[in-house]
């Protein structure tokens, strides 16, 4: 489904600010897998997913989706095959448009813009049972402008947004980090129902420790712009949030051990 | 009634230039610059056609159609070569003063002998009232010809206003209107903001060289010197509109710019007949929307002052 090969970017190349986001990332993801991506501040997360997605080109490296070779296609293009929700709930909405104007942009994802009308007293009607299934309250608010909801309701709407139309890969950054917990967990309990329901492929990256173990059948762990643990299924019903909390340690030692180690360290991978 | 009369009618025609101005400044968020260049633009093309003996109708639209083609070449700079919005266009706009100069063939083209749409107005009117050449009108006596080109340019904005509305409303005119609002999700559900933008700026300038053909042919010439200043006018209409409607509604802001066009152009003419210097109305119009644009930040700051020394 998902190929990743030999992934990197570096961003700012040649500068004082010279960051090397992704240095050489390999990932292969089953259809119908739902992969969680975890990592410090600064791994790197947030640069493979933008990568997938196309928000820039890679350095190097190849990016297969659906069985074609993407890493050259724009952004909007891959949007054909892709669904996404941001972690700032302001960026997967257009605050001053209705939510049925939102929600008909996403219905057509990947499609022709023409002249046909973007409402339709169908899709209206659409519209309004699928949100009346959140339990918000928000579908007798289908013409109010979307900037006017708290962040929870933006993140739930922007996730059915994304799924609307099924895309061939879902893309979730951190998009309950901006959440209180309570609404949080609303997402993520939406989140496991939109998935489930389609089946889709999923790659979500989260801080929370909780969803990590609790969500998805694999997890990846990322370090300095490259994945250093794969759990799979079976390794990750094992893990609790302890033992990531160890493996985050582990790794944290690791860099701190010794400044001159580190910096050799340093050395021989950058 | 005279004044008002004129005044309305200029106030309607320039309601197409602030119609466009905001599309690329509300709609797109986009400071384009192009809009003195292409109004001229559109005057000129009309102006040369009607004194070569086209049609009126084909003159005007062909005016609106170079002013389209303009606007997508300020779009095009912008996204193509990645050229700051604002300088694309101050450059498209300083190119077409020359190009404005070529089509017209010198600095100004009068249009007193030739068919225009402001003369076929006249005709219509005229048969219609069975060739009175004056009307009794709330007690005042006006002139079927300006009476003529006001119901004409009145029918003219109802039809683009219509037909932006219905347009904003197809799913090409609300990717248009996301492309504005935000840009990072619009691109995310696979639409190409760069093809948006163009084609936004080529509907914006060409309802804005719309504009100039119109007033060409109502004030009988265009002129290369036209357009200075018109960005500005057009923006401080969308300015009083949105004063006048307070709402983002898409029908009401349409209605706004309109209005806020017609309501400007008549406080000018008041301001004119009361001895304001013609001189000095650029500069009123620019301090005016210095002031409109600080507004807003200024009675927050204010309101947030009060409410601090009220909780001091
Ligand atoms: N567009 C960019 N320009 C410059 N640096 C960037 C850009 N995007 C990300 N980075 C840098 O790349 C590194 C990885 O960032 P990111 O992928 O956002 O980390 P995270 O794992 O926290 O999501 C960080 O050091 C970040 O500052
Ligand atoms: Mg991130």
């Known amino acids: ?270 | 009634m005279n004044l008002l009369l004129g005044s309305f009618t200029i106030g309607l025609i320039l309601s197409l230039l602030a119609l466009g101005v905001y599309i690329s400044f509300r709609i797109f968020n986009f400071p384009d610059m192009t809009a003195d260049g292409s109004i001229t633009l559109g005057a000129a093309v009309a102006a040369i056609l009607l004194v070569h003996g086209v049609a009126p109708i084909g003159a005007t639209l062909a005016g609106a159609a170079a002013g389209a083609a303009s606007g997508a070449v300020t779009g095009l700079l912008h996204t193509r070569f990645r050229i700051n919005g604002l300088l694309a266009g101050i450059l498209v706009m300083t190119a077409l003063y020359s190009l404005n100069l070529h089509v017209m063939g010198r600095s100004n083209v009068p249009l007193l002998s030739t068919a225009t749409l402001a003369k076929e107005a006249e005709t219509v009117g005229l048969a219609a009232l069975g060739g009175l050449p004056t009307l009794h009108c709330f007690g005042w006596e006006v002139s079927v010809c300006d009476m003529a080109m006001l119901v004409f340019t009145f029918m003219a904005v109802v039809v683009v206003c219509i037909g932006l509305y219905l347009f904003f409303r197809t799913n090409l005119g609300t990717a248009m209107r996301a492309t504005g609002d935000n840009q990072q999700m619009i691109r995310a559900l696979g639409v190409n903001t760069d093809t948006m933008i163009v084609i936004g700026l080529a509907l914006s300038n060409g309802l804005i060289a719309l504009s100039g053909a119109l007033l060409a042919q109502y004030q009988g010439f265009a002129d290369v010197q036209m357009g200075i200043g018109m960005l500005v006018w057009g923006l401080a209409s969308v300015i009083i509109g949105e004063a006048l409607v307070r709402s983002r509604g898409l029908a009401m802001t349409i209605v706004g710019a309109v209005m806020g066009s017609i309501l400007f152009r008549l406080m000018v003419a008041i301001a004119l007949r009361w001895g304001l210097n013609p001189n000095d109305l650029k500069l009123i119009t620019a301090v005016f929307v210095f002031v409109a644009l600080i507004l807003p930040g200024l009675t927050a700051k204010i309101h947030r002052r009060k409410e601090a020394s009220a909780h001091a």
Do not use: C
Request: hydrophobic share 45%; net charge positive.
């Open chain 1, 1 to 270: 489904m998902l190929d990743i090969r030999g992934l990197r970017k570096t961003f700012n190349a040649g500068s004082p600010d010279e960051v090397r986001a992704l240095r050489g990332v390999d990932l292969h993801i089953k259809a119908g897998a739902f992969v969680v991506v975890i990592g410090s501040n600064g791994s790197g997360k947030s640069t493979l997913l933008n990568a997938v997605a196309g928000g820039f080109l890679p350095d190097a490296g190849q990016i297969k989706l659906a069985g074609r070779n993407v890493t050259r296609w724009p952004e909007y293009r891959r949007a054909k095959l892709i669904g996404r929700v941001f972690q700032n709930p302001f960026s997967g909405t257009a605050p001053h448009m209705t939510i049925a104007e939102n929600l008909a942009l996403a219905a057509r994802r990947g499609q022709v813009h023409g002249l046909g009308w973007s409402l339709s007293r169908h899709l209206r009607q659409a519209f309004r049972d699928r949100i009346r299934a959140l339990g918000m309250g928000l579908e007798d608010r289908l013409d109010n402008e979307i900037g006017s909801l708290s962040g929870g309701q933006r993140q739930a709407l922007t996730l059915l947004m994304a799924a609307w139309r099924k895309p061939q890969l879902l893309l979730l950054d951190e998009h309950t980090a901006a959440l209180d917990p309570k609404t949080a967990d609303q997402v993520i309990r939406l989140t496991q129902s939109v998935v489930a329901a389609e089946n889709l492929t999923t790659l979500m990256v989260t801080h929370s420790m909780h969803q990590a173990v609790n969500l998805g059948d694999r997890l990846i762990m990322m370090h300095q712009g490259r994945i250093i643990r794969d759990f799979s299924a079976v390794a990750k019903k094992r893990l609790r949030a302890e033992d990531l909390l160890e493996q985050f340690n582990e790794v944290r030692r690791a860099d701190q051990l010794d400044p001159g180690a580190a910096e050799m360290l340093k050395a021989l991978y950058v």
